[in-house]
């Protein structure tokens, strides 16, 4: 899907700033409201520091918008708040100082930058921050060069994130591979793929750029390109205000689609919220006999059986029944993701992956079977 250029109604995003001799004959105050330039500051200083230049955010004022920057490297995020006036100045303060200033004032304040602070001012109360100019010389933004939007929902994203790692002795897996319009992660024990459009670009981004995008409900515009001067390839994702830029990691993701069972031998639509509910403790055991999937879970001498009627049975190619063994907590992670009143239950085997897709069958959540004991 292709983005369609609206009007923001705020400065172009990649305005920058004249210096102070050009604009000394130029208005330096704007009006915004304090809440919502909080909640940016707010979401900026989530971002990791690792050395003095990751631990500020460039304040731009701009024609009726005020801009706040801020990059770990690994990713460059900004965003734009509406305001009200016209200014043209810039400056560094600490993200964390920022971020507290901004909890001290409310309603409409008054933002002034010049004579090396920034100012805001409320209607009882003002505040000022030092530049931290003089300590840390902030980065060149990328001029990010794009090569065609497409659009991605935030409950897309989050399904997507279900399967994702966090061992750091593996970076291939700490990623999401956009895959000619899927979205897959895996940790090695589960699996998801995600359909979000019949087609897309191929490249593995770090999944840490999704999450900031994850929590709203919305779209996200995602798009692939290049940043002049780095032979690497980059993303950059914008919804709103906020938007990331980042370059792909140099890492090769898993050859997922092998993963996927070809020709499973069980095939079942079973009530979602039936087999959510009775699923428990730490290992599920998942038995389909005639029109029954027969529910067994258990965990430190508990255990408990639990029959649920089967809506549909789509394929059995089984002579007697089949029982596969999992981690519950994988099993109930991928029903949540998956959303509708029924799921499709695959299976191929007792020591074969087992996957669980949506009544569409464009989303795929696949779990390992649980090792065995001993």
Known sequence: ????????????RNTTPTTT????ELPRELKVDSDKLATEVAWLAKMPTTEPVTAVIEVTSLLSAVMVRRTCFERYQESIVPAVGIAQASILVDAAKLAAALKTVSGQVVITIEDGQLRIKDAQRTVRLKTADEAVAFPPWPAFQGQGRTVVTT??????????????????LMTVQFDDGKMVTTDRFRLSAITYSQTGFVGTVPAAVLRQFSKNESAVFVEAG???????DWVEMRSGMRTVTAPLPQ?????????????PLIKVLVPRTALIEAISGEEVNLSVDGEVLTVLSGSEGIESEQQIKLFQTLRNDT??????????????????????????FEATGPRKAVTFRDISEKDLHLVMPAPRAG
């Open 319 to 344: 002579e007697e029944p089949m029982a596969v063994s999992m981690r519950s907590k994988y099993a109930k992670d991928a029903l949540h993701a998956l959303s509708g009143g029924l799921v499709v």
């Open 1 to 12: 899907m292709t983005e369609t250029p609206t009007d923001t109604g705020v400065a172009d």
């Open 251 to 263: 890492v090769e993701f898993p050859k997922w689609r092998a993963l996927v069972p070809a020709d």
């Open 226 to 232: 290049t940043v002049p001067g780095d032979s690497d």
């Open 21 to 24: 001799e050009e604009t000394t």
């Open 155 to 172: 409950s897309e994203m989050r399904q997507a994130l279900t399967s994702v790692g966090s061992n750091t002795e593996f970076p291939q």
